[in-house]
């Protein structure tokens, strides 16, 4: 059974920082990229930032030169480094893996096979 596991979550203040991390267990897969979505109460998911293998990303613009994605192709692994947390932030951040070719674009959740159940960010002002 593949499981998906996102933990660094927490409650932190406008300013500050955390660091996201995504890893995967129960498969002998080598995912083709990794993500991050994002989803506040009340809203849809939404795309944060995704990494593919071959090196290149892909960032949502409310996020861009404030989160960084990076994490091991080997491993299946990914993390999310969150500088400068706004109250906008605030969201259940759930891990997503590609492992099969996909037409999707990076930020459709169709193009991911698996999911974590996600980890709470909360970011006060």
């Known amino acids: 059974q593949v499981q998906v596991v996102e933990s660094g979550g927490g409650l932190v203040q406008t300013g500050d920082s955390l660091r996201l991390s995504c890893a995967t267990s129960g498969h002998n897969f080598r995912s083709i990229s990794m993500a991050w979505f994002r989803q506040a109460p009340g809203e849809p998911r939404s795309f944060v930032a995704n990494?593919?293998?071959?090196?290149?990303?892909n960032y949502a613009d409310s996020v861009k030169g404030r989160f960084t994605i990076s994490g091991d192709a080997a491993s299946n692994t990914v993390n999310l480094q969150m500088n400068n947390l706004k109250p906008e932030d605030t969201a259940v951040y759930s891990c997503a893996v590609q492992i099969t070719s996909s037409y999707y674009y990076d930020t459709a959740p169709a193009r991911y096979d698996y999911w974590g159940q996600g980890t709470q960010v909360t970011v006060s002002s």
């Open positions: 990494i593919k293998w071959s090196g290149s990303t």
